[in-house]
Each structure stands twice: as C-alpha cells, then as structure tokens.
C-alpha cells in the first residue's frame, strides 16, 4: 500500500507559478518512476512529467516544455512539479503517481496505464 500526500495546488492568474509537491511511503524502491498527470474535466488523463527514481532522468509532454520543471527529493520520496508561464489550459486536477518497479523503459513514461499507484489529486486552476 502507497500512501500519498500531494500539496501544492490552488488559483493562479496566467503567467503566474505554481510548485506541486507530492510524498510518498509505503513502497519505495530506486527501479521505480515518479509521475504528475492532469485531467481537466470531460478529457482523458494525460501525462505532463516522470522522472527516474535512480536516474533523475525525466520526461515531459510537450505542451509543458520549457514551463514546468519535475524534480525529486530521495529521503522522504517527494516529487516535485514546479510550473511556470501558467495558462488557462493548464487549468486541471493534477495528479501524483508512482509505478511499482517492475518495469525499466529506456526512458520515463508518462503514460497513465504505465503507472500503478495514484494519489488522490489536487486542483490548479488558471484564470485569464
């Protein structure tokens, strides 16, 4: 069982920044990846960023690009999602997830099916 505490979120007017925090316990081992996700409503969850427990290697969508930043600390497990040049589009409930450690890609996946565990979500939401 991973217990998740996800911190962070909240209202922001475009161009502004937001820092998203997640920790997590329970189950963690340096094989697995750390991910944020977001979904706004009526739209499927995608991946905006993961990052490689072991490696630090990370992977972004592109939309996010040069505006949010994923980082981790090790001791507690905590992922990091700092986003700047906020937008309107950025506007969603942004979640934390971890994979198990069975699997090794030759790069972070940011797709949701690739990640086992899921925190329970915190809003950001972007006004123009």
């Known amino acids: 069982q991973v217990h998740f505490v996800e911190s962070g979120g909240g209202s922001v007017q475009a161009g502004g920044s937001l820092r998203l925090s997640c920790t997590t316990s329970?189950?963690?081992?340096?094989?697995?990846?750390m991910g944020w996700f977001r979904q706004a409503p009526g739209k499927e969850r995608e991946g905006v960023a993961s990052?490689?427990?072991?490696?630090?290697?990370?992977s972004y969508v592109d939309s996010v690009k040069g505006r949010f930043i994923i980082s981790q600390d090790n001791e507690p497990n905590t992922v990091y999602l700092q986003m700047n040049s906020l937008i309107p589009q950025d506007t969603a409930m942004y979640f934390c997830?971890?994979?198990?450690?069975?699997?090794?890609?030759?790069?972070?996946?940011?797709?949701?099916?690739?990640?086992?565990?899921w925190g329970q979500g915190t809003q950001v939401t972007v006004s123009s």
């Open positions: 997830a971890q994979t198990s450690g069975q699997y090794r890609y030759a790069y972070p996946p940011i797709k949701p099916s690739s990640f086992n565990y």
């Open positions: 329970g189950w963690v081992t340096k094989r697995m990846y």
């Open positions: 990052i490689d427990r072991d490696t630090g290697n990370t």
